[in-house]
């Protein structure tokens, strides 16, 4: 089992708020000197964690969609039973009473399963609860949802085949992925092609049915909304949508235990803890609290592989060998990915680093929302008119605007991965040494426990790991096999191996010169893995030369 040395087992005493400015630069013996600076940087891994899931939530309150938080989920998980269970016995006592809005109301709900009613009156009502909407907004948006609800069960009913395959279908279209709006849109459409009829609601039962859902989730028993009055634009005052007090406690308290949950990993700066069992092994200190060395939700199947140790003991130690393999920061790799994405090129895996501009239509335009690329109503006359004469062209400018809007649609992620990579990067240049926690999963595949970078990522990141430990080519046969991985990387692998090194040898001029200045000469732009063929020029360069 890996132990610390005593002085590092000390870090244990000392108070954990006070972890971050201990000095462990006091500690002679420099195994344990970096084992005690490893349990500050996962600390520091923690609090990332911390900001990023903070961060996340205030874009997803910016955007309307606090359920999709993780305190949102939890408040649905933990709420939907016993609130459905309510509804059912207020629906059942409603319909036994007198003719009235909550009959009606009560009525309109026996239809749908309690469960799902309160699941859409609780997902809109947290998706508000930021937003400072008022009580009508929400009900009827409630109201409507619920209405939807019938509106596809009725089609569902009708239509079960053609039903499924259309909602499988809207759910893989990258028009209608997470856009309810759309995806309503689609499905309204087709029921009334087919001529599946429904019966539209009055407008005042959408009110009336969001209201009756929303005082349920304000009764005593819920708790989960009150109303706060807001003084109206014109006159008097607008009951506003609101958390209680119980709900803010809630969502305080599951934000504690998820911050420890989730923190942002990296590479180690010393070699990982030996993997002896399913929970033992890899990071070193307590903040990094759910390692697990198989990846997988399966409790029947952690248990089965916690008690069968022995059978795990192979697996264990490969993933134990792996981990203890050194690395360190390529300098130069990631001078020359963080210069190439500075100067927006696009190379490989590497993503342009701004947004690419979406051609103008030869007309002139006018926006109502620049955002959202709304035209005024002259413009959409002008558009029309444009179109009709010019059908051709039109079809073909609106095909590149789209290529280029889907292509701007996926750069943000790209972008923050690239922002995350050079991060990491960045703060690893100095090391002499870094090491990747190793997990598998269900298959027995090894995967690096900290994602960006490391050696299973993109193009970009692998070229910037080398190991820390080189060894030298000492032979003609380890030459060959060298000269062999240049043209592998530069996808020239479909010949024999001999082909491959006389491939390395005729190409020494352009190799040499790409070498000697890679933003002059673009010639590695071509290969299969370009930031790893130019890692190898450089080291191959350095070969030849000596």
């Known amino acids: 089992?890996?132990?610390?040395?005593?002085?590092?087992?000390?870090?244990?005493?000392?108070?954990?708020?006070?972890?971050?400015?201990?000095?462990?630069?006091?500690?002679?013996?420099?195994?344990?000197?970096?084992?005690?600076?490893?349990?500050?940087?996962?600390?520091?891994?923690?609090?990332?964690?911390?900001?990023?899931?903070?961060?996340?939530?205030?874009?997803?309150?910016?955007?309307?969609?606090?359920?999709?938080?993780?305190?949102?989920?939890?408040?649905?998980?933990?709420?939907?039973?016993?609130?459905?269970?309510?509804?059912?016995?207020?629906?059942?006592?409603?319909?036994?009473?007198?003719?009235?809005?909550?009959?009606?109301?009560?009525?309109?709900?026996?239809?749908?399963?309690?469960?799902?009613?309160?699941?859409?009156?609780?997902?809109?009502?947290?998706?508000?609860?930021?937003?400072?909407?008022?009580?009508?907004?929400?009900?009827?948006?409630?109201?409507?949802?619920?209405?939807?609800?019938?509106?596809?069960?009725?089609?569902?009913?009708?239509?079960?085949?053609?039903?499924?395959?259309?909602?499988?279908?809207?759910?893989?279209?990258?028009?209608?992925?997470?856009?309810?709006?759309?995806?309503?849109?689609?499905?309204?459409?087709?029921?009334?092609?087919?001529?599946?009829?429904?019966?539209?609601?009055?407008e005042n039962e959408y009110i009336n049915v969001g209201i009756y859902l929303l005082e349920l989730l304000r009764c005593e028993e819920v708790g989960l909304i009150t109303y706060t009055q807001q003084k109206a634009r014109k006159r008097g005052y607008l009951d506003i949508v609101t958390a209680t007090a119980k709900t803010m406690q809630e969502i305080d308290k599951y934000m504690k235990r998820s911050d420890v949950l989730k923190p942002s990993l990296q590479p180690m700066i010393c070699q990982p803890a030996d993997w002896i069992g399913l929970y033992t092994g890899g990071y070193l200190s307590p903040f990094i609290t759910n390692k697990q060395f198989v990846l997988t939700r399966n409790n029947r199947f952690k248990s089965e592989i916690a008690e069968r140790v022995s059978e795990m003991q192979g697996v264990y130690d490969a993933a134990n060998n792996v981990q203890k393999t050194a690395w360190r920061v390529n300098k130069k790799m990631y001078d020359v990915v963080k210069q190439v994405y500075e100067l927006d090129h696009a190379i490989g895996d590497l993503p342009y680093k701004e947004q690419q501009p979406v051609m103008n239509y030869p007309i002139h335009i006018e926006w109502k929302d620049k955002d959202q690329k709304r035209m005024?109503?002259?413009?959409?006359?002008?558009?029309?008119?444009?179109?009709?004469?010019?059908?051709?062209?039109?079809?073909?400018?609106?095909?590149?605007?789209?290529?280029?809007?889907?292509?701007?649609?996926?750069?943000?992620?790209?972008?923050?991965?690239?922002?995350?990579i050079l991060g990491i990067a960045h703060s690893a240049l100095e090391r002499k040494e870094i090491y990747f926690v190793i997990q598998c999963d269900f298959r027995g595949r090894f995967y690096c426990a900290s994602p960006f970078l490391n050696f299973q990522s993109a193009d970009y990141a692998r070229c910037m790991l080398e190991f820390a430990e080189g060894k030298a080519i000492e032979n003609e046969t380890a030459a060959c096999w060298f000269l062999i991985n240049g043209a592998n990387l530069f996808g020239f692998d479909k010949v024999s191996l001999q082909d491959r090194v006389e491939w390395s040898e005729k190409h020494k001029d352009q190799i040499e010169a790409v070498a000697s200045d890679p933003l002059e000469h673009t010639w590695w732009h071509e290969a299969d893995k370009p930031f790893q063929f130019l890692a190898w020029c450089f080291e191959v360069k350095k070969f030849w030369e000596e």
């Open 1 to 202: 089992m890996f132990k610390l040395s005593e002085q590092a087992n000390k870090l244990e005493q000392i108070d954990k708020s006070k972890l971050k400015e201990l000095d462990y630069n006091n500690i002679t013996d420099e195994k344990y000197r970096l084992e005690a600076e490893e349990h500050v940087h996962e600390r520091n891994m923690r609090d990332g964690g911390i900001k990023l899931i903070t961060s996340n939530i205030d874009k997803a309150k910016g955007k309307g969609q606090e359920s999709n938080t993780p305190y949102g989920q939890h408040l649905l998980t933990k709420t939907i039973q016993p609130a459905a269970e309510i509804l059912d016995g207020w629906i059942a006592t409603a319909l036994e009473g007198k003719a009235g809005r909550r009959s009606r109301a009560a009525l309109l709900l026996s239809q749908v399963d309690s469960r799902i009613s309160v699941f859409i009156a609780l997902k809109n009502a947290l998706e508000q609860i930021t937003m400072g909407s008022s009580k009508g907004k929400v009900a009827e948006k409630i109201g409507r949802s619920i209405e939807d609800e019938l509106r596809f069960q009725a089609f569902d009913a009708a239509m079960p085949a053609y039903y499924k395959r259309l909602l499988a279908s809207v759910g893989r279209s990258t028009r209608t992925k997470g856009k309810y709006r759309h995806k309503r849109k689609v499905l309204i459409n087709r029921m009334n092609v087919k001529g599946v009829s429904f019966s539209k609601w009055e």
């Open 376 to 420: 005024t109503a002259a413009s959409r006359k002008d558009y029309k008119k444009w179109k009709e004469e010019n059908p051709d062209l039109a079809r073909d400018i609106n095909i590149k605007r789209g290529k280029i809007r889907a292509i701007n649609a996926k750069l943000i992620s790209k972008q923050l991965q690239v922002d995350a």
